[in-house]
């Protein structure tokens, strides 16, 4: 919303600039006035300051809305937070589905700020060596689209979610290998330190096991 606003203020001041001018062009005296290259310029330029980010982040969405869209069997819809939106939020997750008044969850979810940020580093990078915050920013919408998929049980959706990390990472543009060990990844080393709630019933023959043949811990010798 703020680099919304700041590139309709710049493009505004552009307008403004240029309407003076024209109005102003010609003085008494019939002389012509030069136009304001400088000051347009430099409006044009803080204009695509704002408009770069904005292209970007609407780039980021759309990549994981086609990802998770496909993961979900159908379309649902990814949001960015913003930095507005992050500064006035306290919530310690890294991603959040809304659930409607009749219990069941929307198809959509708000990918938390420092999360996106993750999640477009490693869409820019090579993906064959991502940082644990990367891992674990691509299961986030994963376990995202599980919820939005239906699964309201924490413990069931980030089962369920882990194994579909391979098919996500790969929805995403990582190589099978490099999708394999980003799922591996996130298995040993960040799924035994979640929280109460959040893990049991999850391995092999587990409650949560649904046999896929992306499963992680199929990957350990």
Same mark, same amino acid.
């Given at each position: 919303?703020?680099?919304?606003?700041?590139?309709?203020?710049?493009?505004?001041?552009?307008?403004?600039?240029?309407? *003076?001018?024209?109005? *102003?062009?010609?003085?008494?005296?019939?002389?012509? /006035?030069?136009?304001?290259?400088? /000051?347009?310029?430099?409006?044009?330029?803080?204009?695509?300051?704002?408009?770069?980010?904005?292209?970007?982040?609407?780039?980021?969405?759309?990549?994981?809305?086609?990802?998770? /869209?496909?993961?979900?069997?159908?379309?649902?819809?990814?949001?960015?937070?913003?930095?507005?939106?992050?500064?006035?939020?306290?919530?310690?997750?890294?991603?959040?589905?809304?659930?409607?008044?009749?219990?069941?969850?929307? *198809?959509?979810?708000?990918?938390?700020?420092?999360?996106?940020?993750?999640?477009?580093?490693?869409?820019? #990078? /090579?993906?064959?060596?991502? #940082?644990?915050?990367?891992?674990?920013?691509?299961?986030?919408?994963?376990?995202?689209?599980?919820?939005?998929?239906?699964?309201?049980?924490?413990?069931?959706?980030?089962?369920?979610?882990?194994?579909?990390?391979?098919?996500?990472?790969?929805?995403?543009?990582? #190589? +099978?290998?490099?999708?394999?060990?980003?799922?591996?990844?996130?298995?040993?080393?960040?799924?035994?330190?979640?929280?109460?709630?959040?893990?049991?019933?999850?391995? +092999?023959?587990?409650?949560?096991?649904?046999?896929?043949?992306?499963?992680?811990?199929?990957?350990?010798?």
């Amino acid at each position: 919303m703020l680099l919304a606003l700041g590139l309709i203020g710049s493009l505004a001041l552009t307008g403004v600039l240029v309407v *003076r001018w024209m109005g *102003r062009r010609v003085d008494w005296m019939g002389r012509i /006035s030069p136009f304001p290259k400088i /000051s347009v310029g430099l409006s044009l330029g803080l204009a695509l300051c704002f408009a770069i980010p904005l292209a970007v982040e609407a780039w980021v969405e759309h990549q994981l809305e086609g990802a998770a /869209s496909e993961i979900a069997g159908g379309p649902v819809q990814v949001n960015c937070q913003s930095l507005g939106q992050a500064f006035v939020d306290l919530g310690p997750e890294l991603g959040f589905v809304a659930w409607g008044a009749d219990g069941i969850p929307e *198809r959509a979810t708000l990918i938390k700020f420092g999360t996106c940020a993750n999640l477009r580093a490693w869409l820019g #990078s /090579s993906k064959a060596d991502p #940082s644990l915050d990367q891992v674990i920013a691509v299961h986030v919408v994963t376990h995202e689209t599980m919820h939005m998929v239906g699964i309201m049980n924490e413990a069931h959706a980030e089962c369920a979610a882990v194994q579909r990390d391979v098919a996500m990472a790969e929805a995403l543009g990582a #190589s +099978p290998a490099e999708a394999r060990a980003l799922a591996l990844r996130y298995w040993t080393e960040v799924y035994p330190r979640m929280r109460e709630g959040y893990v049991g019933g999850c391995g +092999p023959g587990g409650e949560y096991d649904e046999r896929t043949p992306d499963a992680p811990w199929l990957a350990i010798p």
